[in-house]
């Protein structure tokens, strides 16, 4: 994403030396476009995706980056956790709780910090693997039988407390 709240400004300065590509998926603004250009970073922009587009954006990546500074529930974690993807993404709340341990959490306001997660997944594939194997048991929390269980159990608690 784009907004200021998805953090790409600090996402751009961590990349800075790491030979990458970028692909963002919103519409970026003139000041993310400066700061693209004056550190050099070769992007991709996307936007208006259909969500077939979407799963192929997550297939060609090889980490995604989730650095946001606040979300409110985080579907990216769940999405390239299910693409088999690993997730660099922000030691915040939500996504704590989103992502369980299948994902390499990062202090969305330190650039050194992101700097050093990226660094760490694209050298460590001990790492690598397996924060994504426990991506891949993570998203199994969000599936629909196991959420309609979760609803079943607590309506049947609730139930019961009003008998």
């Known amino acids: 994403g784009t907004t200021k709240n998805k953090n790409l400004d ?23 476009q400066k700061l693209l250009l004056q550190y050099k970073i070769e992007f991709e922009q996307y936007y208006n995706c259909s969500e077939k587009e979407i799963r192929q954006l997550y297939l ?40 369980g341990c299948g994902a390499l959490y990062v202090n969305p306001f330190s650039i050194q910090e992101i700097n050093s997660g990226i660094k760490e997944i694209i050298s460590n594939d001990t790492v690598r693997e397996n924060i994504i194997n426990k991506g891949r048991i993570n998203v199994q929390r969000f599936q629909f039988d196991e959420i309609a269980n979760h609803y079943y159990a607590l309506y049947e608690k609730l139930f019961k407390q009003l008998t």
């Open 10 to 32: 600090r996402l751009i300065m961590a990349i800075d030396k790491i030979s990458c590509k970028l692909i963002i998926v919103g519409k970026v603004e003139n000041d993310i």
């Open 60 to 99: 060609r990546a090889d980490i995604v980056s989730f650095v946001t500074i606040y979300e409110g529930f985080g579907m990216p974690i769940i999405e390239a956790q299910a693409s088999g993807r690993i997730v660099l993404t922000s030691n915040i709340e939500p996504h704590k709780e989103i992502g």
